[in-house]
Structures are given as structure tokens and as C-alpha cells.
T-cell receptor, first 115, second 114 residues
Framework: KAGVTQTPRYLIKTRGQQVTLSCSPI?????VSWYQQTPGQGLQFLFE???????NKGNFPGRFSGRQFSNSRSEMNVSTLELGDSALYLC??????????????FGPGTRLTVL | DQQVKQNSPSLSVQEGRISILNCDYT??????FLWYKKYPAEGPTFLIS?????DKNEDGRFTVFLNKSAKHLSLHIVPSQPGDSAVYFC?????????????FGKGTKLSVKP
């Protein structure tokens, strides 16, 4: 079974631009979560989508948004980029049950650099 | 508000010895805990988990211990191997529910020296 894939793997943008990142979950997985990893803050939860609906949301500004398509693929968008948005953005998928034992599997991440 | 804390940013261990990675949490509502391993340029990989109804879970060389009264868990790797060198994250599902919303510690970088 193919793992979680993320595209692109690397991205360089300038301040003020916007960016869209893509995540394809493991086949059969209906939940997709996004995380931001920075050296100072570690791994922080952005949001989770399940069946095309946002199920959970972290404490990030409205410039960060996402969506999920009917095939469970998800996109994350960041508008008006700031230098502090430079980070590794990780996507994780799971079956999406409400059980805490439903393991999340992570993709390799997209490394975003904002200049 | 850091609800999951890993106070040791790094740990160095000799090959064949035991590695002990520690994690503390503040929220007594957490009922499930996970450990992830992360190599550079890769996403985190699930390693082992433990439910709050247990105090120990073992999987091969990896054992996780949970002390609920102290709000502390630890990951033991025996024997440690050079391939175990990675960053280890402790995590818990927020609100005690699905893993779709995990709170992570800041990680401990383990170096296993041959």
C-alpha cells in the first residue's frame, strides 16, 4: 500500500505571496491532519479534515486554510506569507474513527521557505 | 501552554546499552500516548503507544512505561542500535479522542554511537 504523499517537497516563496500544498492520504483513509514543524515551536496541529469537513482546528491565524476533496485528498493554503511561516508542513492520514487507537501515518512533508 | 513536555533535547548512548527517553504531561484527561521517531527529511513514523489503563507496553526492543500518578512516561530501547539515531517525539490526542489532533512534545534527539 502506498504511503502518504505530499507535493511539492520543497518550495521557496517571498513575503506576501500565497502557497498551496497538497496531500494524498493512504488509500482508504478518510481523515487528513496538517501540522507545522518549526525549530522553536516543534510540531503544532493546524487542522483535521474528515469526509470533506473540518473536524478540528488548531490555534493558527485565518491565513491558514485547508480543504478536503471527495477522494480524501487534501490541500492546505497559506495566504499573505510571512517570514515566520517558513517551516516543514506535515500531513498525516488515518481511517478517521473517533478511537484514540486509530494510528496516524505521516507524509514526508513540504519544506516551505519564505524569503 | 505546553501540555506534553520532553525536557531533554538530546541524549547520547553507546551501542548495545539502554536508551531511556522521558516525557511529562500536564493534562490528566489524556488517556492515550504515542511515541514517534523522525529521521531528517522524513515524516514522523509511529513507534509504539500505550493506553492509560496500562502501565507498560512492549514491542520488541521498545518498551513504554506510564506512571499516571506522576504524569510521566518513558520509552526504553534495549539494546540501542546506531539505526535508532533519530528524533523521538512523545504525543497525546487532544481531548482524549481521535489521533487527528495530536499534541507533541518538542522531541529528544537520540544519538547511538557505535
Amino acid at each position: 500500500k502506498a504511503g502518504v504523499t505530499q507535493t511539492p517537497r520543497y518550495l521557496i516563496k517571498t513575503r506576501g505571496q500565497q502557497v498551496t500544498l497538497s496531500c494524498s492520504p493512504i488509500s482508504g483513509h478518510r481523515s487528513v491532519s496538517w501540522y507545522q514543524q518549526t525549530p522553536g515551536q516543534g510540531l503544532q496541529f493546524l487542522f483535521e479534515y474528515f469526509s470533506e469537513t473540518q473536524r478540528n482546528k488548531g490555534n493558527f491565524p485565518g491565513r491558514f486554510s485547508g480543504r478536503q476533496f471527495s477522494n480524501s485528498r487534501s490541500e492546505m493554503n497559506v495566504s499573505t506569507l510571512e517570514l515566520g511561516d517558513s517551516a516543514l508542513y506535515l500531513c498525516a492520514s488515518s481511517l478517521g474513527s473517533a478511537e484514540s487507537t486509530d494510528t496516524q501515518y505521516f507524509g514526508p512533508g513540504t519544506r516551505l521557505t519564505v524569503l | 501552554d505546553q501540555q506534553v513536555k520532553q525536557n531533554s533535547p538530546s541524549l547520547s548512548v553507546q551501542e548495545g546499552r539502554i536508551s531511556i527517553l522521558n516525557c511529562d504531561y500536564t493534562n490528566s484527561m489524556f488517556d492515550y500516548f504515542l511515541w514517534y521517531k523522525k529521521y531528517p527529511a522524513e515524516g514522523p513514523t509511529f513507534l509504539i503507544s500505550i493506553s492509560s489503563i496500562k502501565d507498560k507496553n512492549e514491542d520488541g526492543r521498545f518498551t513504554v512505561f506510564l506512571n499516571k500518578s506522576a504524569k510521566h512516561l518513558s520509552l526504553h530501547i534495549v539494546p540501542s542500535q546506531p539505526g535508532d539515531s533519530a528524533v523521538y517525539f512523545c504525543a497525546a490526542p487532544r481531548g482524549g479522542g481521535s489521533q487527528g489532533n495530536l499534541i507533541f512534545g518538542k522531541g529528544t534527539k537520540l544519538s547511538v554511537k557505535p
